[in-house]
């Protein structure tokens, strides 16, 4: 699995998403300050980012060592999953740099944020011409047939091309797994690509759901894996559909 490079800065998620924020930043200084010299503990309440923090040390080689301790440690009841931060905080970039590389590390920031939103809105609106179209192709299909056997099928492969067109989301949905595959090896499959969270089995249904950091590690997994053969089947991955 690719991994960020050392950095002062950890990532550290699976923590139970119930406890508060005071309680959590206390719980992870407790855990962290005999590791090193803590500059700053970053956790919001947001839903995007329940259940995870980000922990910044002074140095670079005290990062290394807290990440190496803390890597599998038990924290609220929960084994953490610590890795270097993708990009230096805004602590780190302050600290070597001052004020006006803040400044265009949050511009940066801003930048990247604004593409991926245009990209989503590019995807929705790819999203809604493929449901113009299956709806379309579905009401001249009824028009043009009296087999009533017909529109079921029809509206499968309206239902299937909708699937493969929707938004990314960082909740995979898994379709005909196979039914001798345990939740491990499921979560094995998946969790070859960076930025898995967990794999939740539906009981007594031969499908679940893969969590991932963010919609860019999803779309990665799901690229991966969609059409892919897990023990004897082949395996149907898409996005979540989004809330309506």
């Known amino acids: 699995m690719a991994s960020n490079p050392p950095n002062a800065t950890l990532y550290l998620r699976n923590i139970d998403e119930s406890i508060k924020i005071p309680a959590l930043i206390e719980g992870i200084r407790n855990i962290c300050s005999e590791l090193g010299e803590i500059e700053e503990i970053v956790a919001k309440k947001n839903l995007r980012a329940r259940g995870q923090a980000f922990v910044v040390f002074t140095s670079v080689d005290d990062a290394e060592d807290a990440m190496e301790f803390l890597q599998g440690a038990e924290l609220f009841g929960r084994k953490l999953v610590v890795q270097f931060a993708k990009s230096k905080s805004d ?75 929707l938004p990314p989301n960082k909740m995979l949905v898994l379709r005909d797994l196979p039914k001798d595959f345990t939740p491990q090896q499921t979560s094995a499959a998946f969790a070859q690509f960076p930025g898995f969270v967990q794999f939740r089995p539906v009981p007594g249904r031969n499908m679940g759901f893969a969590d991932y950091e963010d919609e860019n590690a999803a779309a990665v997994a799901r690229e991966g894996m969609n059409g892919s053969v897990l023990g004897d089947a082949t395996i149907k991955v898409t996005f979540q559909k989004p809330a309506a």
């Open 91 to 165: 602590a780190v970039v302050r600290r070597e740099g001052g004020e006006e590389a803040l400044e265009r590390h949050k511009k940066e920031r801003l930048a990247l944020k604004e593409r991926r939103q245009a990209l989503q809105k590019e995807e929705e609106a790819l999203k809604q011409s493929a449901q113009r179209s299956a709806a379309a192709a579905a009401a001249g299909n009824a028009n043009s047939t009296n087999d009533s056997e017909r529109p079921p099928k029809t509206n499968r492969a309206a239902a299937a091309m909708l699937d493969e067109n």
